[in-house]
């Protein structure tokens, strides 16, 4: 598996890495554990060293998940993880908390459920309106000094966010949707990390699974599927949408790769710093997503891909209204 780097501070992982989150929730139905842990041992074995989870997945049933599969090999690898969320008794998520308190609550958690004594990348989730970022970042490079926390990130923030926090502590990557079915983070945030030195990892590289061509208009998601509350998975914007997957697919056939693997080489031909973080429940899925670094796309490949899909508007929000707001988005 080839390497690449986040940050300025000599952080090295895998060219593509692995989304934890859908073994626990939001896509289809969450694994049993043991064929969790095995997939995640299956992703290290194939050279995946980077490996993403939150606190607020499961709740906290995924980074106990993780830190179990990983274990065994923790010297070998990078793991990433999230703060920025307040629970509730029961210990479900409410809205956003990144003060201080909170902050040192989630690391402690989270280490202990991750079965190391020092995180690697410890992302903010999602930006904290109401703790100034300066505090957020300050609290980190305490984490850091005691050597709890080893990276800093930011996950969905904007440029002025990423320029606050990165004066304060540098901030080695920043984690954000993106891909060829959003395309958002190139006008400002893609600009702004090159310049500071921030790496990228983008989370829903696939689209949440569309640009895999395996979903249709006709496609029946199980209840507990959030694509079944985003817009933009609607029947009719499935529908408006199935062009790019169209397009996306003949382009596959003419370079003998699959939709996924041109998807994912894309992002990695955009930047050396970009890593995408796919994720799956199915080992032949996980093969499939790292064989993208076996593609390679010339710049008459990148150029055809602009001059066929970049003129496709796509279809529908990519969250509703009480998703964003849930988030802070």
Not at 5 to 29: D, F, H, P, R, T
Not at 53 to 82: C, H, S, W
Not at 87 to 114: C, Q, T
Not at 170 to 178: D, F, N, R, T, W
């Amino acid at each position: 598996m080839q390497k690449r780097k986040l940050g300025q501070g000599g952080l090295e992982v895998s060219a593509i890495g692995y989304g934890c989150m859908g073994i626990s929730q939001s896509y289809g139905l969450p694994m049993e554990r043991a064929d969790g842990i095995r997939l995640i041992r299956d992703a290290f074995d194939r050279g995946v060293t980077f490996f993403d989870t939150a606190e607020v997945y499961g709740p906290f049933k995924n980074e106990d998940l993780v830190g179990e599969a990983l274990q065994p090999m923790r010297d070998q690898v990078v793991i990433a993880t999230k703060f920025g969320f307040a629970y509730d008794a029961n210990g479900a998520p409410g809205g956003v908390d990144s003060s201080r308190k909170r902050i040192r609550e989630a690391v402690d958690g989270s280490l202990k459920r991750l079965r190391t004594d020092y995180i690697d990348l410890y992302y903010q989730h999602r930006v904290d309106p109401n703790t100034p970022m300066e505090e957020v970042a300050g609290t980190v490079k305490e984490l850091i000094a005691e050597g709890k926390v080893k990276h800093f990130g930011l996950s969905e923030a904007s440029a002025k966010s990423i320029r606050r926090a990165h004066a304060v502590q540098p901030v080695a990557a920043l984690q954000s949707e993106y891909s060829l079915w959003f395309r958002e983070p190139e006008a400002e945030i893609v600009p702004t990390l090159e310049e500071l030195g921030i790496g990228f990892v983008p989370f829903s590289p696939l689209g949440k699974g569309f640009l895999t061509g395996t979903i249709s208009v006709d496609t029946q998601f199980v209840s507990t599927d959030f694509r079944n509350t985003v817009p933009r998975f609607d029947e009719a914007n499935r529908a408006a949408n199935q062009r790019l997957v169209d397009e996306l697919g003949r382009i596959a056939r003419a370079k003998g790769a699959t939709p996924a693997q041109i998807a994912l080489a894309w992002l990695l031909a955009q930047k050396p710093w970009i890593v995408p973080i796919p994720g799956t429940t199915k080992l032949h899925r996980l093969e499939e997503n790292l064989g993208a670094v076996e593609v390679t796309l010339s710049a008459r490949d990148l150029t055809q891909i602009e001059a066929v899909l970049g003129g496709i508007e796509v279809k529908g929000d990519r969250y509703s209204p009480a998703q964003m707001a849930r988030v802070g988005l």
